[in-house]
């Protein structure tokens, strides 16, 4: 298929220097199994099971999408309210965790027909590999979440190192 122009938003978590450690231990404490490509995943449905460090990033993650779909949905400009659906309409209907260790990746694939997919940063050591979204690299930051329309496709290169780990989920309007 053709290469697309890649839109997506990143925002920074500011308490995530303290969370991240909590959540590295609760990704690798609920793997489940490899997926395509041999990184680990928990259960899709990490979002449902009350773990409180999940819940307060998810809390916060929630209140991102109103605005990530706003800017979507109007090219990157803050119009307000003026889209044409309900911002607040939006939920959050799988998640889970993933786990790398070196030589582990994930091939490329969609979430189609989710509408909005993110990707949160909860460890990257140096020299881990990029998320590539529709040919685009980009660089994991431990704290910073990605939102992205989630019939892109995208992957990550195999891991030069171990403990790359990313809390992922799918946004369903």
């Known amino acids: 298929?053709?290469?697309?122009?890649?839109?997506?938003?990143?925002?920074?978590?500011?308490?995530?220097?303290?969370?991240?450690?909590?959540?590295?231990?609760?990704?690798?404490?609920n793997v489940y199994h490899s997926v395509n490509g041999k990184g680990y995943i928990t259960l899709m449905d990490l979002h449902t099971r009350g773990i409180k460090d999940v819940d307060v990033l998810l809390t916060w993650i929630k209140q991102l999408i109103p605005n990530v779909a706003c800017k979507f949905?109007?090219?990157?400009?803050?119009?307000?309210?003026?889209?044409?659906?309900?911002?607040?309409?939006?939920?959050?209907?799988?998640?889970?965790?993933?786990h790398y260790d070196k030589g582990q990746k994930v091939v490329k694939h969609n979430h189609f027909p989710y509408t909005l997919t993110f990707a949160y940063c909860v460890n990257a050591p140096d020299k881990s590999s990029p998320l590539i979204i529709e040919g685009e690299r980009i660089t994991p930051v431990p704290g910073r979440v990605i939102f992205f329309l989630s019939h892109q496709y995208h992957s990550t290169l195999s891991s030069k190192v171990d403990g790359r780990c990313m809390i992922v989920g799918n946004v369903l309007y």
């Open 73 to 98: 949905a109007a090219n990157g400009e803050d119009k307000g309210d003026i889209v044409g659906f309900n911002a607040n309409s939006f939920k959050i209907n799988e998640c889970w965790g993933i």
């Open 1 to 29: 298929h053709n290469k697309m122009f890649v839109e997506y938003y990143t925002y920074d978590y500011h308490y995530a220097s303290r969370l991240n450690p909590k959540l590295y231990d609760i990704v690798l404490e």
